[in-house]
């Protein structure tokens, strides 16, 4: 089964320009979700983590199917102002805006080995902010996982630039 054949485009959302790549039909069709859960963690190759993060909001969905199966601890990397606790913040530039990601102070233990999970990475600045958030916490994230990548945008190379190791399940330009 090809995983683009189950990834819809929305031309024009949020805003004109951008070709919105949603996951949401990905989700509602069974072999599609168990396929994108299975071949997201396929890199980590039997190495043992301990701790699934996900981004908001798609994120969760995926991260928390993978931390189930994987049978390990979720961490919710939440947009500004959203979690009750003390929190830990930085803040990152969206292909459509500005934004700050945070996590709980306590949610991740010194040493801890993190898969990071979301749906997209397009000019990585989400996930660079989530990097930083999960490693000032003392965590080391071993592996970042996405269904889509937009590699014009340059994220991913971002990424790996940073020394990370990074997945993708299917590239649009
Ligand atoms: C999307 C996507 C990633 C981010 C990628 O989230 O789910 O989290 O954009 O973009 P970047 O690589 O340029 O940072 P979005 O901002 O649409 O938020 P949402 O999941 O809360 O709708
Ligand atoms: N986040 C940033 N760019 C995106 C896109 N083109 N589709 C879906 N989510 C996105």
Known sequence: MDLKSVIRTIPDYPKKGIMFRDITTL???ARGFRRAVDELVQPLAGQKIDKVAGIEARGFI???AIAHQLSVGFVPIRKKGK???KTIAESYELEYGVDEVEIHVD???KGDRILLVD???ATGGTAGAAIKLLERA????MLCSF???????????????LGKKVTALVEYE
């Open 27 to 29: 989700l509602t069709d």
């Open 62 to 64: 995926l991260g928390g």
């Open 83 to 85: 979690l009750p606790y």
């Open 107 to 109: 949610a991740v233990e």
């Open 119 to 121: 749906d997209l990475i």
């Open 138 to 141: 003392g965590g080391e994230v």
């Open 147 to 161: 269904v889509v990548d937009l590699p014009d945008l340059g994220g991913a190379d971002k990424l790996r630039a």
